[in-house]
């Protein structure tokens, strides 16, 4: 377990395929693999921790009603 940060970096990924199947990958190398299935690097969405939804909201409504020709 990782407590502190539990993000999976390409050394951690590599680190747990090394020990299930025997196969060692350098970081870029895992990166090839994971690319070639089908995996794509996720980040996580910034938001402030008092973001009010509501307002969030309104102002998106307002925006794209000004916005329109």
């Given at each position: 377990?990782?407590?502190?940060?539990?993000?999976?970096?390409?050394?951690?990924?590599?680190?747990?395929v090394?020990?299930?199947?025997?196969?060692?990958?350098?970081?870029?190398?895992?990166?090839?693999?994971l690319?070639?299935?089908?995996?794509?690097?996720?980040?996580?969405?910034?938001?402030?921790?008092?973001?009010?939804?509501?307002?969030?909201?309104?102002?998106?409504?307002?925006?794209?009603?000004?916005?329109?020709?």
């Open positions: 377990g990782y407590t502190e940060d539990r993000r999976w970096t390409l050394a951690r990924v590599a680190e747990l090394a020990r299930l199947f025997a196969v060692r990958y350098t970081p870029a190398g895992m990166s090839l693999v690319h070639r299935i089908g995996y794509s690097p996720q980040v996580p969405a910034r938001r402030a921790d008092r973001r009010d939804e509501a307002a969030v909201t309104a102002w998106r409504r307002e925006s794209w009603a000004r916005g329109k020709p």
